[in-house]
């Protein structure tokens, strides 16, 4: 896809915008200068988003759209690798009003076959946004990665209340308690699952402008969050969980770990 500098960074603030503290958020919120509003029901809602701006014409039109929905049988195998070379960075709690963000300091980084991406945020969706045999979980965690090239890569992760792998109760315990500006040292590898067996498919962002090119990468396996926590995050932030798309003719597949 061809990048325009401009829509770029417009799209890169809205992917993930996120939490003010101390109340519980209405997801039709916006800041001052956020203009048009945007939110997840009524007539601010993922129906209305690609009629709202003239820049965000893909919510509506785009052909290859996020979420989806993922079934086995549709997924291919194929020899493309990845690598996690993530370390503990400064991870800082973000003020916005669609989702709880973290934004990450440089540090941590994904390959994806010669390309490397650079660990800038990551947030929560309640219910999840991908199906997986046309289920929702809890919720979701996105940790986007940007490349020098601008190119966007998106590592999500279903959080389920029977995984068996949980994020560190220092982060938990952090996030909850943490206000807008709040840091703390977190090593991200804490928060993916340590199978590694990942699946991939060419998509966009899931929040205005709806940006298509992004390179989704979806763990196939989850990681741990209970009800009690579905709820903290839902109080903070609410239900923002944009509808599946339809996936058309694009392909799921497989992504290996590198050494694997």
Known sequence: MAWNRRNFLGSFACFGLSLATGRALAVTSCKPEEQPCWGYHGDEGPDHWGRLHPDWVACAEGSEQSPIALAGEEVKPTAERFALHYQPTTARLSDNVHTVRIDMEPGS???????????RQFHFHTPSEHL???TADL???HLVHVADSREIAVLGVAL??????????????????????ESLTLDPAGLVPRQGRLVGYRG???TPPCTEGVNWLLAMEPMAMGPEEQRWLEQRMGRNARPVQPLGSRTVHTVLREGS
């Not at 980084?109 to 660990?119: E, I, N």
């Not at 389920?160 to 500006?181: H, V």
Request: hydrophobic content about 45%; charged content about 20%; cysteine-free.
């Open 132 to 134: 997986w045999s046309d």
């Open 160 to 181: 389920r209340p029977d995984a068996a792998q949980a994020f560190p109760d220092s982060f938990w315990n952090w996030l909850q308690a943490a206000e807008a500006g």
């Open 204 to 206: 966009s962002f899931t």
């Open 109 to 119: 980084q994904l390959l994806l076959g010669d390309r490397t991406f650079s660990l």
């Open 139 to 141: 919720g979701e965690l």
